[in-house]
């Protein structure tokens, strides 16, 4: 049923909003009170309103040390220099616990156990976003939640795993497009032909491919190409 907000609304405990800015009109007020939460993310921008961030990145500011924060990003993004830092900034700048996951993450926001916010698709340039209370679904969501959160692997461990992957990923992608045969690309990077499927092996498997083609899409929607 959609009403004349323009809120679509599937019961009493969903509401389904478009985009950003009407998601964090609704709920960002409680971000001054929750004290428990958790965040699952397939990139930044996933939960960034241009017009809001601000405004929550100062609330978040002032109670920092007050609020339990877990994260969890997919492991493509730290192939980004400039990506890992700013998540090591997040991390250190608000005393965010963050974890990576090699697997897609499905978007979440958990707010103290009680609420949760899904990211749904993007439609005519919004994304969809389904907002939670109906306390068996959040419980279900919670448990998929922390069962990414026991598989993922501690930011500075992962980090230290993939830089030098990191800094090979420009070169190792663009042979790949470029369908360069292993033998060259090995010569061209100063690598063994072991070396250098060792390493895209690892490039795959940070971007959660399953195969070369894959990992050139990935790697695209990451905008490492």
């Known amino acids: 049923?959609?009403?004349?907000?323009?809120?679509?609304?599937?019961?009493?405990?969903?509401?389904?909003?478009?985009?950003?800015?009407?998601?964090?009109?609704?709920?960002?007020?409680?971000?001054?009170?929750?004290?428990?939460?958790?965040?699952?993310?397939?990139?930044?921008?996933?939960?960034v309103a241009e017009r809001r961030s601000d405004e929550l990145t100062a609330a978040a500011e002032r109670r920092a040390g007050e609020i339990w924060v877990r994260k969890i990003y997919r492991a493509g993004l730290l192939l980004d220099p400039g990506t890992a830092q700013e998540l090591a900034r997040i991390r250190d700048r608000f005393g965010a616990q963050i974890r990576i996951s090699t697997e897609d993450v499905n978007e979440t926001i958990v707010m103290d156990g009680r609420l949760v916010i899904l990211a749904g698709d993007r439609v005519a340039g919004q994304r969809g976003y389904s907002v939670i209370t109906q306390p068996e679904t959040v419980q279900g969501v919670i448990s998929l939640f922390e069962a990414t959160w026991?598989?993922?692997?501690?930011?500075?461990?992962?980090?230290?795993?993939?830089?030098?992957?990191?800094?090979?990923?420009?070169?190792?992608?663009?042979?790949?497009?470029?369908?360069?045969?292993?033998?060259?690309?090995?010569?061209s990077l100063g690598l063994g032909v072991r070396t250098y499927r060792r390493r895209v092996a690892e490039?795959?498997?940070?971007?959660?491919?399953?195969?070369?083609?894959?990992?050139?899409?990935r790697a695209r929607e990451l905008g490492l190409v």
């Open 150 to 187: 026991r598989a993922a692997t501690d930011l500075d461990v992962f980090d230290a795993q993939v830089s030098e992957i990191r800094r090979l990923a420009p070169a190792v992608l663009d042979l790949l497009g470029s369908g360069v045969k292993d033998e060259a690309a090995a010569r």
């Open 1 to 47: 049923m959609r009403t004349s907000d323009g809120l679509t609304r599937a019961g009493d405990a969903v509401t389904v909003v478009r985009g950003e800015e009407e998601l964090f009109r609704r709920i960002g007020h409680l971000f001054s009170t929750v004290t428990d939460l958790a965040c699952a993310a397939n990139d930044l921008a996933t939960w």
């Open 203 to 217: 490039l795959m498997a940070a971007l959660g491919a399953e195969s070369r083609f894959q990992a050139g899409v």
